[in-house]
């Protein structure tokens, strides 16, 4: 995994998101309970923001590795209640 992360870019912490799909669409989150990258204090208040469907997992950052059935099973959730636009 390290092998495949780049330099996150600095147009991250400068460009202003002026409608961020959050606001307008179904969202899902996962919480990391034992991140120690991301607090998982701070990953719940911005899944509550986004009015997301969360799930939480005993996990490190990584959880989609410790927690693999549980992170598909949110993804298909995700894309079964996705609407088709005709």
Same mark, same amino acid.
């Given at each position: 995994m390290a092998i495949s992360q780049v330099p996150?870019?600095?147009d991250s912490f400068t460009h202003k998101v002026t409608? *961020? $799909?959050? +606001?307008? +669409? *179904?969202?899902?989150y996962m919480v990391a309970a034992e991140d120690r990258?991301?607090? *998982?204090?701070?990953?719940?208040?911005? $899944?509550?923001? $986004?009015?997301?469907?969360?799930i939480e997992v005993n996990s490190s950052h990584v959880a989609y590795m410790s927690h693999p059935k549980e992170t598909a099973k949110l993804i298909e959730e995700a894309a079964t209640s996705a609407q088709v636009k005709q």
């Open positions: 996150i870019s600095t409608n *961020p $799909a959050w +606001k307008h +669409k *179904p969202t899902w990258s991301i607090n *998982p204090d701070q990953e719940r208040m911005m $899944a509550k923001r $986004a009015k997301a469907k969360m």
